[in-house]
């Protein structure tokens, strides 16, 4: 059985905080949740960098010292490992993707506003009158696409996202730390917030539309935190069903959610306000569905994420739960 995996595992890092448990607290409980997932490629989200010595921010050279950690013992210590990068080829100071995979990678790319130009947007709410000018609007997370050699499979494009959240975006002068000054100055933050989930989306949208113009057949797999739930426009967006292009013609390039054989009552990978929410996915094309047996979330362990903040108190586990989709092709070994 091929076991693909999405995991946000919620700003992974080693710096001490008194409001959140140190590293040495997470390794066993999320070595446990990566283990139970016997996954051979795994999709993890908000992956920190840490600096290496000697050097800062402004002088970034970094490495993921800290998913090392994580995957020290366990059978993904021998992966290949992907992540995103920043224009210094190093990974980024908060928020990587991360790939890893016991097959080999043939290539990865990354993707931000490659396939979508830079938005202009003039800022209606915002104090400063500088800000009234339109300005380049654009996503702070890259789109991460490797393609690896699968047995029985072939080529697989492996699609990592994280969309941007739903908490709104800052507006100069519109905020105190947590505190909104106005009404309008927060809805302006959650439209900008809508604007670039909504684009990012499009823009994998359009790559999964540029792997099919080269191949037809292309097996493809997207996975990641849509920050979005099903029926929404992020996850229509990158989903491309007949239903809203009304097109048959473009049946072969929809991709289907491998949430959809999971019971509504255990189809959640995220806690809020006592509401579970689908906010991870994966989504197959196609050609990956006569394979496809089941979808698992692992959301036993789950904690309320909204409650944390009443006293700033943080948990060893993530706060979004690993969503596992299972395949059967026969894994040699």
């Keep these: 059985m091929l076991n693909i995996a999405t995991f946000n595992i919620e700003n992974l890092d080693d710096k001490p905080s008194s409001s959140k448990p140190s590293l040495a607290e997470r390794i ?24 290496l010595p000697g ?25 290949e490992r992907v992540s995103t990068l920043t224009s210094d080829n190093v990974p980024y100071n908060e928020r990587n993707l991360v790939i890893l995979s016991a097959f080999p990678v043939l290539s990865f790319e ?11 947007y003039r800022r209606v709410t915002a104090t400063d009158p500088k800000e009234g000018e339109a300005k380049a609007l654009r996503w702070e997370r890259p789109i991460l696409h490797a393609q ?29 730390g947590y505190l909104w000054r106005s009404a ?11 604007i670039k989930r909504v684009g990012q989306a499009l823009e994998t949208r359009v790559l999964i539309d540029s792997i099919f113009d080269q191949e037809p057949d292309a097996r493809i797999l ?3 935190d849509f920050n979005a739930e099903p029926g929404e426009v992020p996850v229509e967006t990158i989903g491309g069903r007949v239903e809203n292009t009304n097109n048959p013609a473009l ?19 995220h ?3 006592g509401h579970g929410n689908l906010l991870d996915h994966v989504l197959m094309s196609q050609s990956m569905l006569p394979y496809f047996r089941y979808g698992q979330i692992h959301n036993e362990n789950l904690h309320d994420e909204s409650l944390p903040f009443m006293s700033d108190l943080k948990y060893p586990e993530a706060d979004h739960a690993p969503f596992i989709a299972a395949f059967d092709v026969p894994i040699p070994g």
């Design 251 to 269: 049946r072969s390039r929809s991709l289907v959610s491998c949430s959809r054989n999971i019971p509504d009552s255990v189809r959640f990978s």
């Design 184 to 194: 309008a100055g927060w809805a302006e933050g959650s439209f900008l917030s809508s």
């Design 28 to 51: 066993p409980v999320l070595q446990a949740a990566l283990n139970r997932m016997d996954a051979q490629i795994i999709c993890l989200q908000e992956v920190h960098g840490q600096e």
């Design 55 to 79: 050097h800062t921010t402004r002088d970034p050279e970094r490495d993921l010292a800290a998913l090392g950690s994580v995957l020290a013992g366990t059978p993904y210590e021998t992966f």
């Design 110 to 120: 990354q993707y931000r506003n490659d396939h979508i130009d830079k938005l202009l």
């Design 148 to 176: 690896i050699q699968v047995p029985v499979l072939g080529k697989v494009h492996v699609i990592n996202l994280h969309l941007k959240s739903r908490l709104a975006t800052n507006v100069p002068g519109q905020r105190d």
């Design 222 to 224: 997207v996975c990641g």
């Design 271 to 273: 806690y809020h306000h």
